[in-house]
Nanobody
Framework: QVQLVESGGGLVQAGGSLRLSCVASGRTFTNSAMGWFRQAPGKERDFVATISWSGTITYYADSVKGRFTISRDNVRKVVYLQMNSLKPEDTAVYYC????????????????WGQGTQVTVSS
């Protein structure tokens, strides 16, 4: 199991940027694919981005492609989500998750989750 703690959320104007961080503890982090998901009020939890254990493979939701970048530091055990050109529709609680089995966009494949960090984008 991996324990995850997100930070970096906040209130930002449309067009602005934020960088989310997810600090992991546990010995399986470096072997796990990591993902970011988000959930807006009244909606399902949606895939945002995922990165392989080595950091060499990344996938993004179409809605964030070209604006968000996922990266990881396996020495520090941190996963980042750099969010640029933010839009009001990006407003949600953002969650970090770990998947020790394979790279996936399905939240059901991720067994460890953080508590989430709120991102609010004003128009």
């Amino acid at each position: 199991q991996v324990q995850l703690v997100e930070s970096g959320g906040g209130l930002v104007q449309a067009g602005g940027s934020l960088r989310l961080s997810c600090v992991a503890s546990g010995r399986t982090f470096t072997n796990s694919a990591m993902g970011w998901f988000r959930q807006a009020p009244g909606k399902e939890r949606d895939f945002v981005a995922t990165i392989s254990w080595s950091g060499t493979i990344t996938y993004y939701a179409d809605s964030v492609k070209g604006r968000f970048t996922i990266s990881r530091d396996n020495v520090r055990k941190v996963v980042y989500l750099q969010m640029n050109s933010l839009k009001p529709e990006d407003t949600a609680v953002y969650y970090c998750a770990a998947n020790p089995d394979r790279l996936s966009r399905n939240p059901a494949d991720f067994g460890s989750w953080g508590q989430g960090t709120q991102v609010t984008v004003s128009s």
